[in-house]
Protein backbone atom coordinates (compact mmCIF):
# COMPACT_ATOMS: atom_id res chain seq x y z
CA UNK A 1 0.00 0.00 0.00
CA UNK A 2 1.04 3.25 -1.08
CA UNK A 3 0.09 6.44 1.25
CA UNK A 4 0.15 10.14 -0.42
CA UNK A 5 0.27 12.80 2.38
CA UNK A 6 -0.39 16.61 1.06
CA UNK A 7 0.76 19.43 2.47
CA UNK A 8 0.62 23.53 1.54
CA UNK A 9 -2.76 24.05 1.51
CA UNK A 10 -4.30 26.99 2.64
CA UNK A 11 -5.88 30.90 2.59
CA UNK A 12 -4.76 33.05 -0.15
CA UNK A 13 -6.18 36.04 -1.72
CA UNK A 14 -6.49 36.45 -5.86
CA UNK A 15 -3.40 37.13 -7.04
CA UNK A 16 -1.44 35.22 -4.60
CA UNK A 17 0.51 31.99 -4.73
CA UNK A 18 0.85 28.62 -2.94
CA UNK A 19 2.96 25.57 -3.36
CA UNK A 20 1.33 22.16 -2.30
CA UNK A 21 3.57 19.31 -1.87
CA UNK A 22 2.40 15.60 -1.80
CA UNK A 23 4.89 12.60 -0.55
CA UNK A 24 4.77 9.06 -1.46
CA UNK A 25 6.03 6.46 1.42
CA UNK A 26 4.68 2.65 1.48
CA UNK A 27 6.05 1.80 5.28
CA UNK A 28 8.18 -1.52 5.07
CA UNK A 29 7.90 -2.34 1.00
CA UNK A 30 10.57 -1.46 -1.77
CA UNK A 31 8.07 0.86 -4.40
CA UNK A 32 8.21 2.99 -7.02
CA UNK A 33 5.85 6.09 -8.35
CA UNK A 34 5.28 6.44 -12.39
CA UNK A 35 2.71 9.09 -13.05
CA UNK A 36 2.18 11.58 -10.37
CA UNK A 37 -0.54 14.31 -10.61
CA UNK A 38 -3.18 17.23 -8.78
CA UNK A 39 -6.58 16.80 -9.59
CA UNK A 40 -9.06 19.22 -7.65
CA UNK A 41 -12.58 18.98 -6.42
CA UNK A 42 -14.57 22.45 -6.27
CA UNK A 43 -18.30 21.89 -3.76
CA UNK A 44 -20.92 20.45 -5.92
CA UNK A 45 -18.48 19.21 -8.58
CA UNK A 46 -16.52 16.71 -9.83
CA UNK A 47 -12.92 16.17 -9.56
CA UNK A 48 -11.35 17.11 -12.36
CA UNK A 49 -7.38 17.03 -13.53
CA UNK A 50 -5.11 20.20 -12.62
CA UNK A 51 -1.87 18.73 -13.43
CA UNK A 52 0.49 15.47 -13.96
CA UNK A 53 3.76 14.66 -14.37
CA UNK A 54 5.58 11.03 -16.05
CA UNK A 55 8.50 9.38 -14.26
CA UNK A 56 10.73 11.10 -17.08
CA UNK A 57 9.27 14.61 -16.15
CA UNK A 58 6.92 14.82 -18.89
CA UNK A 59 3.90 17.09 -18.48
CA UNK A 60 0.28 17.81 -18.95
CA UNK A 61 -2.15 20.48 -17.61
CA UNK A 62 -5.68 21.57 -17.65
CA UNK A 63 -6.31 24.74 -20.08
CA UNK A 64 -7.20 27.07 -17.03
CA UNK A 65 -4.52 26.52 -14.93
CA UNK A 66 -2.06 27.32 -18.40
CA UNK A 67 0.70 29.47 -17.30
CA UNK A 68 0.20 29.82 -13.91
CA UNK A 69 0.56 26.62 -12.44
CA UNK A 70 3.77 24.63 -12.74
CA UNK A 71 4.10 20.61 -11.29
CA UNK A 72 7.23 19.26 -10.67
CA UNK A 73 8.82 16.35 -9.34
CA UNK A 74 11.66 14.94 -7.14
CA UNK A 75 11.93 11.44 -7.79
CA UNK A 76 14.57 10.73 -4.96
CA UNK A 77 11.74 12.15 -2.60
CA UNK A 78 8.96 10.75 -4.34
CA UNK A 79 7.34 13.99 -4.09
CA UNK A 80 5.39 16.18 -6.46
CA UNK A 81 4.64 19.76 -6.08
CA UNK A 82 2.32 22.26 -7.57
CA UNK A 83 3.29 25.45 -7.21
CA UNK A 84 0.03 27.93 -7.91
CA UNK A 85 0.59 31.22 -8.74
CA UNK A 86 -1.78 34.52 -10.21
CA UNK A 87 -4.61 32.24 -8.04
CA UNK A 88 -8.48 33.08 -8.77
CA UNK A 89 -11.00 32.78 -6.21
CA UNK A 90 -12.20 30.02 -9.37
CA UNK A 91 -9.47 27.89 -8.26
CA UNK A 92 -10.89 27.18 -4.73
CA UNK A 93 -11.40 23.64 -4.24
CA UNK A 94 -9.75 20.56 -2.65
CA UNK A 95 -6.99 19.80 -4.25
CA UNK A 96 -5.89 15.82 -4.12
CA UNK A 97 -2.65 14.29 -4.79
CA UNK A 98 -2.27 10.96 -7.19
CA UNK A 99 0.18 8.88 -7.94
CA UNK A 100 0.56 5.53 -9.30
CA UNK A 101 2.62 2.90 -7.31
CA UNK A 102 4.12 -0.01 -8.10
CA UNK A 103 4.95 -2.16 -4.92
CA UNK A 104 7.44 -5.49 -5.41
CA UNK A 105 6.93 -8.57 -3.46
CA UNK A 106 8.30 -12.17 -3.93
CA UNK A 107 5.72 -13.08 -5.80
CA UNK A 108 5.58 -10.29 -8.28
CA UNK A 109 4.75 -6.34 -8.51
CA UNK A 110 1.51 -4.69 -7.69
CA UNK A 111 0.43 -1.67 -9.39
CA UNK A 112 -2.33 0.62 -7.99
CA UNK A 113 -3.69 4.21 -8.13
CA UNK A 114 -3.47 5.61 -5.20
CA UNK A 115 -4.91 9.05 -3.61
CA UNK A 116 -4.03 11.48 -0.67
CA UNK A 117 -6.76 12.72 1.48
CA UNK A 118 -6.81 16.04 0.29
CA UNK A 119 -5.27 19.90 1.33
CA UNK A 120 -7.67 22.74 0.81
CA UNK A 121 -7.24 25.74 -1.04
CA UNK A 122 -9.33 28.93 -0.97
CA UNK A 123 -8.71 31.94 -2.95
CA UNK A 124 -10.82 35.07 -1.53
CA UNK A 125 -10.09 38.41 -0.37
Known amino acids: QVQLVESGGGLVQPGGSLKLSCVASASGSIFSINAMGWYRQAPGKQRDLVAT???????NYADSVKGRFTISRDNAKNTVYLQMNSLKPEDTAVYYC?????????????????WGQGTQVTVSS
Open 53 to 59: TTSNGGT
Open 98 to 114: NAEGVIYQPIGTIINNY
